[in-house]
C-alpha cells in the first residue's frame, strides 16, 4: 500500500514540474527559431483571409482591433508584450478564436526538420513559464483544402489561468505561440506527410476551461490559457510566419532566380498575372517562354506570318517547366488544340511551328500554358 502511494505521489510531482514536451528556447531539443537566424529564407507574403474574433467570447463581442493583417507579413519585428504606438504595428490580434490566413510565394517546402515557424509576442516568467497566447496551425497547398497541426495540451484544466497567467511550454506541442517573442515555434510538413504549402492559416485558441466555450486539443482536451483577455489585443498576437524550407519546383526557382529577396515578398510583382515590365507577357508567360521579367520583350510571344497561301505560327518555350499548347477557334469558346512541329533550339528551348493553308487558317489561336 506504502509502494502504492509513493508511486501515485511520483507521477503528480512530475507532472508539475513539467510535461513531456521539449521547453523554451534554452531547453533540449526545443523548437524555438530565432528571429535572427540565417534558417530562415523568406516570410510570409500576402494575406489570403483575416476574420477577427471578439475581444472575450460571450463577454464583449467588440472585435480585438490592434494591429492590422499586414502587421504579419514580412520579418518578425515583435519585441515582446509592449503596445507602444508605432507604424506599422509589430503584431496583429485575432480576438477570441479569430483567424488569419497567410499565402506564400514561394511556397513552404518539406526539408529536414521544421519547414515554418510561427512568432507570437509573449514573454517568459518565472520557473521557465511564458505568458503565452495560443493558435493553432493549419496548412494548404492549393488555398481552399486547409490541413491541422495535430495540437496538444497537457495544461491542466481544473483551474482557468487567469488573464495574465503563465503556463508551460512543455505542456505544449503542435501550438503556436509556446515561445517567446522573438523566437518562433517550428512546424514540419512532414508532420502532416506534405511536401509543399502555399497558405498557412493561425486560428486563436479560446482558453476558456469553464463556460462550454473553449477550444479543444487534438485528443479532444481543452486548452487552458489566459482568458479571458478583455483588451483590444485579445486572443493570439500574431508576429510573423518565417520560411525555413522553400519549395523547390521549377516556378518557385524562377521566382528565386528573378526577383530579389525583397521583391520577392511583393506579390503585385511574382504573381503569376503580374507584369512587372509592362510588356504585355505575364509572369507565367515570361516563365514558360524563358524570357526575363524584368526586360521589355518586343516581340510577341504568339508569331503569326503570311506563308503562301497560308499562314505559319511560331512561338518558342520552355521543355523542363511547362506544357504550352496551341488553341484554334472560330469562335470564342469553341477552341481546339492543334499539332505543332517542334524543334530543340536551345537548352530546354524548343520552336513549335504550325504552317496552316489558306483554307484552314481562319478564326482565331491562342497558346494555353499548363504549369505541372
Known amino acids: 500500500m506504502k509502494t502504492a502511494l509513493v508511486l501515485l505521489l511520483t507521477v503528480a510531482w512530475a507532472h508539475a514540474a513539467g510535461g513531456p514536451f521539449p521547453g523554451g528556447p534554452d ?42 493583417s499586414a502587421s504579419a507579413l514580412g520579418a518578425s519585428d515583435a519585441l515582446g508584450a509592449s503596445y507602444a504606438a508605432g507604424t506599422p504595428l509589430p503584431v496583429v490580434s485575432l480576438g477570441d478564436g479569430g483567424q488569419i490566413t497567410l499565402r506564400f510565394s514561394p511556397p513552404i517546402g518539406d526539408g529536414e526538420g521544421p519547414d515554418f515557424a510561427v512568432f507570437e509576442n509573449g514573454f517568459t516568467t518565472s520557473g521557465g513559464k511564458l505568458f503565452a497566447e495560443l ?26 489561468t487567469g488573464n495574465f497567467g503563465s503556463t508551460a511550454p512543455t ?21 502532416l506527410s506534405m511536401t509543399r504549402a502555399t ?35 485579445s486572443g493570439f498576437d500574431l508576429d510573423a510566419v518565417g520560411v525555413v524550407h522553400a519549395a523547390t519546383d521549377a516556378w518557385s526557382e524562377w521566382i528565386a532566380a528573378s526577383f530579389d529577396q525583397v521583391r520577392r515578398q511583393d506579390p503585385a510583382l511574382t504573381a503569376p498575372d503580374a507584369d512587372p515590365d509592362g510588356d504585355n507577357k505575364t509572369n507565367l508567360m515570361e516563365y514558360a517562354f524563358g524570357t526575363l521579367p524584368d526586360i521589355p520583350e518586343s516581340t510577341p510571344a504568339l508569331l503569326v506570318q503570311k506563308s503562301g497561301d497560308g499562314i505559319t505560327l511560331e512561338y518558342r518555350y520552355r521543355n523542363d517547366r511547362d506544357t504550352v499548347t496551341v488553341l484554334q477557334g472560330l469562335t ?11 524543334q530543340e533550339v536551345g537548352a530546354h528551348l524548343v520552336a513549335a511551328t504550325l504552317a496552316l493553308p489558306a483554307v484552314k487558317a481562319r478564326g482565331m489561336f491562342r497558346l494555353r500554358i499548363t504549369r505541372p
Request: net charge negative; proline share 7%.
Open 27 to 68: 531547453a533540449p531539443g526545443t523548437e524555438a527559431i530565432s528571429a535572427g537566424s540565417p534558417a530562415f529564407t523568406g516570410w510570409a507574403t500576402a494575406v489570403a483571409d483575416f476574420t477577427p474574433g471578439p475581444q472575450a467570447a460571450g463577454i464583449n463581442n467588440t472585435p480585438a482591433n490592434y494591429g492590422s
Open 135 to 160: 493558435a493553432f496551425v493549419e496548412v494548404s497547398s492549393d488555398g481552399v483544402n486547409f490541413t491541422r497541426f495535430p495540437a496538444v495540451s497537457c495544461t491542466q484544466t481544473a483551474t482557468q
Open 171 to 191: 505542456d505544449l506541442q503542435n501550438l503556436a505561440g509556446k515561445h517567446p517573442a522573438g523566437y518562433g515555434t517550428g512546424f514540419d510538413l512532414a508532420t
Open 199 to 233: 497558405h498557412v492559416r493561425l486560428i486563436d485558441v479560446v482558453g476558456d476551461v469553464n463556460n462550454g466555450r473553449g477550444s479543444l486539443d487534438a485528443r479532444g482536451n481543452l486548452i487552458n490559457d489566459p482568458w479571458p483577455t478583455n483588451f483590444q489585443t
Open 332 to 342: 470564342p469558346t469553341g477552341w481546339a488544340a492543334v499539332t505543332v512541329n517542334r
